[in-house]
């Protein structure tokens, strides 16, 4: 299972007198149907810590739920029997839609264990699409929330190449030196192809993800593209950047969503930051296991922010400059990759932000570029 | 009304005055310096807002100055820190604003501190050219 905690060490959290109660055995459960309905609670079941999903079974070895039990980990039965013997079972799931299969599974099932199925199941599935609706539209309206903030840096880099293609226009209308009307034509046209860049960046940014393109994302081009949206939202000019790049480092993902993140983890960084500290941006991949880390030198954060930034609506920020959306929506789509989320934060000195993909989940040995 | 016309004689030539121009692009140091050249205007340029104080401190540029036009996102001392030394400890040269990003309440703040304009980029050279002519009789008046 996947660990999304926010990541505070052990010593540290014992040395700031986080109280740990003794976690409950996790709810083990399997699903019966790996169609659409058993793809869908593949996703969010195991998403929750305190769940353990034992197995998914369906008679159709093609089922797409298959592919992506194999993909997170989760154990591919051929038969229902074996999975629903399986010790310490404590629910079923049936979301096969066949009207059979509650009735049998129910005089099969080991006496302790509960069982979902029929209109249950059907109003089960129901929420964990609207859950997974819900998590897309909060990306999505976190992403425009964000977009806000950019009016500054968009209206400074259109504005300048606009002042700077009236200017020459200008002149040209009483210049007479044949070699200057041609140096300055050039000059034009290379302010339109500036500030159309800057257009076509950001439609891209902010058009809608697609909830599932998964492919091979080349990590190292999608920081320096999420650097170049990032500096319209905050000051980059002020503030050092290294890059400490391993080449060819790609994960399997949206690329979209991945921008997303790695924008809103370089917007943070700077805005933690006063001039002339350092962010660094650093890719890794040893042994199956990828990590992208943004760091700064910035203010940091207490072990008692650090244990919330994870959390839904939580923001440090003044009101109506944070959503809270921002760490909550990097949590959801990194877990989504198979990942997981680490910060290492100290007052006074930064934070690092590590994001980690292990062989089989985000990870792909393939050398590619998106 | 004074005959006085600062930096009238620079460098040998008549001019209509001296301007500093401060911004961080190139560019638009570029326009502007060729809009107020062709005005008869004699044209300085800094960078950001430290160049322009080292640049209002060197030589003759601390009695020759004229006007300055600002630009207010800028790194190192931006376009408002400057703007504030200037008023400062140069409370005779007349300020302009030129700036890609129009805020009205920076604007208002900004016009209270005794800026004489607050020009939005793009700007044309005949709105340009006035502004600097109205900065350029306050600068005279100043001297009466």
């Known amino acids: 299972m996947t660990n999304i905690s926010p990541t505070i060490s052990h010593s540290q959290a014992e040395g700031q007198g986080i109280e740990h109660a003794p976690a409950p055995p996790p709810m083990r459960v399997a699903i019966i149907g790996a169609g659409r309905g058993g793809t869908a609670l593949l996703d969010v079941l195991h998403q929750i810590g305190t769940i353990e999903i034992l197995g998914i079974t369906d008679k159709d070895p093609s089922a797409p739920g298959f592919q992506r039990a194999r993909e997170i980990n989760v154990t591919v039965y051929d038969r229902v029997d074996d999975l629903i013997k399986r010790p310490g079972l404590n629910l079923v799931m049936d979301v096969t839609g066949d009207p059979a299969m509650g009735p049998a599974l129910k005089e099969q099932l080991p006496g302790d264990a509960d069982l979902v199925s029929g209109q249950a199941a059907r109003l089960l599935w129901t929420l964990v699409q609207h859950e997974s609706t819900l998590q897309t539209g909060l990306l999505h309206a976190e992403k425009l929330a964000g977009i806000g903030s950019f009016a500054a840096g968009i209206a400074h880099d259109m504005n300048n190449p606009l002042q700077l293609i009236l200017g020459l226009a200008e002149n040209l209308t009483d210049e007479v030196d044949l070699d200057v009307v041609h140096a300055q034509a050039r000059d034009i046209i290379d302010a339109v192809k500036r500030t159309t860049a800057i257009c076509r960046d950001l439609t891209s940014y902010s058009r809608r993800t697609s909830f599932r393109q998964d492919c091979l994302v080349n990590v190292n081009g999608k920081l320096d593209e999420a650097l170049k949206i990032a500096r319209y939202a905050v000051a980059l000019q002020y503030i050092d950047v290294r890059k400490l790049y391993q080449p060819d480092v790609v994960v399997q993902g949206n690329p979209d969503e991945l921008l997303h993140v790695f924008v809103n983890l370089i917007t943070n960084a700077v805005q933690a930051m006063e001039h002339h500290d350092t962010l660094t941006l650093e890719t890794s991949a040893v042994a199956g296991t990828t990590q992208v880390r943004v760091s700064d030198t910035g203010c940091g954060m207490t072990p008692e922010v650090q244990s919330r930034i994870f959390e839904v609506f939580f923001t440090t920020k003044p009101p109506g400059k944070g959503t809270g959306l921002g760490l909550y929506n990097i949590k959801n789509v990194i877990t989504r990759m198979n990942g997981s989320i680490g910060v290492e934060s100290h007052v006074g000195r930064g934070s690092t932000f590590t994001l980690t993909f292990h062989e089989g989940s985000g990870v792909a040995e393939r050398r590619t570029a998106s | ?144």
Request: proline share 4%; hydrophobic share 40%.
């Open chain 2, 1 to 144: 009304m004074s005959e006085f016309k600062s930096g009238f004689f620079v460098g040998g030539e008549s001019c209509n005055g001296r301007v500093l121009v401060v911004d961080d692009e190139p560019d638009i140091r570029k326009v502007v310096r060729m809009a107020l050249q062709k005005a008869g205007y004699d044209v300085l340029e800094a960078e950001n807002g430290e160049k322009a104080i080292e640049t209002i401190n060197t030589g003759e540029n601390r009695l020759l100055l004229d006007v300055m036009i600002c630009d207010i996102r800028m790194p190192k001392v931006n376009g408002i820190e400057a703007i504030a030394y200037f008023r400062q400890n140069y409370p005779r040269v007349p300020l302009i604003v030129l700036t890609g990003f129009p805020d009205t309440e920076m604007a208002t703040s900004l016009l209270r501190q005794g800026v004489v304009d607050y020009l939005v980029k793009p700007v044309e050279r005949e709105k340009l050219e006035a502004s600097v002519a109205r900065a350029m009789e306050q600068r005279e008046l100043a001297h009466l």
